[in-house]
C-alpha cells in the first residue's frame, strides 16, 4: 500500500510532485504562463502614459516650495538673547532707548597704580641690622681695624702690636691675642730675613732673602684678610711665645 502524502511533501525523486500540485491548486486556476491564478490580459486602447513625480521628487526639483523634505541652509530663528543687554521689557520707550553693549574699560596708563606686593598671609623676616664693629677699649678704634695692623706687612706693625698690649685690657681677648701672635710673627719673620741677608752678604747671593720677602709679605696680606672677615687664624708654632707675650706685656692701669 502507497504511504500517505501530504501537498508539501516535495521530494525531488517523487515523479508525481507536479501532478499533486496541480491537482491541488486546481486546473482551471492555472494561467496562461503556467502559474497560478487569472490569465494575463492585454491591454489596449492608447499609447502609454508617463507616471508623474513623486513627492520626494518634486521637492529636490523645487527647493522654496513647502514639501516635507526642506532644505538645511534655511533661515534660523532669533537667536539667544545676549546676556549683556537686558531685555527690552525693562525699558520704557518714552524714557531712554535700548543700550547696547559696552565692553569694559583699561585702566589708563598714566594713572599710578601701586605695585603688587606679597600677600599679607606670607611671613616676611625683619631686615638685618648692620653690624656695627665695637670700639675697642683703651684704643678708641673698630675691633676690625685693631686686630688686622699687628699683621701689616711692615716694621710699624711690631710697634702697632706692642701699643696694642700696653692700652689694651685682659677684657678684649680678641685683639690682645692678634695683638701677641702678630707681634711673635713678625719677631720670627724679621729674625728670619736677618740671618738670609748676612747670609746673602757672605755669599754674594741675595736670592733666599728675596725670595723669604716675598713669600712671607703674601702670607701676611692672607692673613689680613682672613681676620678681616672674622675667620679664626691659628699659627700652632706661635702658640707658646704667644702665650709667653700676653703674659709679660701687662696692660697699663
Known amino acids: ?47 502609454t502614459q508617463g507616471i508623474g513625480p513623486t513627492e520626494p521628487e518634486a521637492a529636490r526639483a523645487q527647493s522654496e516650495s513647502e514639501a516635507p523634505t526642506q532644505r538645511i541652509d534655511e533661515k534660523f ?5 545676549s546676556i549683556f543687554v537686558p531685555p527690552k521689557s525693562v525699558y520704557k520707550a518714552e524714557s531712554r532707548p ?10 589708563d596708563a598714566s594713572i599710578y597704580q601701586p605695585p603688587q606686593g606679597p600677600p599679607p598671609g606670607i611671613y616676611q623676616p625683619p631686615p638685618v641690622p648692620a653690624i656695627k664693629s665695637p ?14 695692623l699687628p699683621y701689616l706687612p711692615l716694621y ?10 700696653l692700652l689694651v685690657p685682659r677684657t678684649e681677648s680678641r685683639v690682645r691675642y692678634h695683638a701677641a701672635q702678630g707681634l711673635a710673627l713678625q719677631i720670627g719673620i724679621t729674625a ?7 747670609a746673602g752678604v757672605i755669599s754674594g747671593r741675595y736670592t733666599g732673602a728675596g725670595l723669604f720677602s716675598l ?15 672674622g675667620k679664626p687664624v691659628n699659627i700652632p708654632p706661635l702658640d707658646e711665645p704667644t702665650k709667653w707675650l700676653d703674659l709679660k706685656i701687662k696692660p697699663r692701669k
Not at 500540485?21 to 492608447?46: L, Q, Y
Not at 710699624?156 to 698690649?165: F, K, N, P, Q, T
Open 215 to 229: 713669600v712671607s709679605s703674601v702670607f701676611l696680606i692672607i692673613t689680613m684678610i682672613r681676620v678681616w672677615k
Open 192 to 198: 728670619i730675613s736677618t740671618l738670609l741677608t748676612f
Open 135 to 148: 670700639t675697642v677699649a683703651g684704643l678708641g678704634i673698630p675691633e676690625k681695624w685693631a686686630v688686622i
Open 156 to 165: 710699624l706693625a711690631i710697634i702697632a702690636a706692642i701699643v696694642e698690649l
Open 98 to 107: 535700548m543700550a547696547s553693549y559696552q565692553p569694559p574699560r583699561l585702566p
Open 77 to 81: 530663528g532669533a537667536s539667544y538673547p
Open 1 to 47: 500500500m502507497e504511504p500517505k502524502r501530504s501537498k508539501y511533501d516535495t521530494n525531488p525523486l517523487d515523479e508525481k510532485v507536479a501532478d499533486r500540485v496541480d491537482k491541488s491548486w486546481g486546473a482551471s486556476d492555472v494561467g496562461n504562463d503556467g502559474r497560478p491564478g487569472a490569465p494575463t490580459e492585454e491591454v489596449r486602447g492608447g499609447p
